[in-house]
């Protein structure tokens, strides 16, 4: 059975740093892609950022330069390490699991899903 398990979300100050945690099971993780997605009150899951069972990554505009994804394959632990945190950054972050070793920014490409963490970014 395949489980995701996000951690880390909390609230922070507009311009903090946060780093999520996916702690995956029930799969070779490492021959997929992850992926992080994003949904705040009243509006669409959007990706956020993806990482290839390669390592290569891709990553939505809005957060492009500020976060980073990151994989340890021997832990099946995928980060998202988020820097100058904004108040629009404020949703529940997912963790998702692809159907494919590449890095996709499509949600119909990933098959298993986490519950979510909360990140609120307010002063």
């Known amino acids: ?15 903090d740093s946060l780093t999520l945690s996916c702690d995956a099971s029930g799969r070779m ?15 669409e899951r959007e990706a956020v950022a993806s990482i290839a069972s390669t390592d290569g990554t891709t990553y939505a505009d809005s957060v492009k330069g500020r976060f980073t994804i990151s994989r340890d394959g021997t832990k ?8 100058s945190l904004k108040p629009e950054d ?10 494919f070793w590449r890095a996709t920014l499509n949600s119909h490409e990933y098959d298993h899903w986490g519950q979510g963490t909360q990140v609120t970014v307010s002063s």
Not at 76 to 83: A, K
Not at 90 to 99: D, E, I, L, M, N
């Open 1 to 15: 059975q395949v489980q995701l398990v996000e951690s880390g979300g909390g609230l922070v100050q507009p311009g």
């Open 29 to 43: 993780f490492s021959n997929y892609a992850m992926g992080w997605f994003r949904q705040a009150p009243g509006k």
């Open 76 to 83: 099946n632990t995928v980060y998202l390490r988020m820097d």
């Open 90 to 99: 404020t949703a529940v972050y997912y963790c998702a699991s692809g159907r």
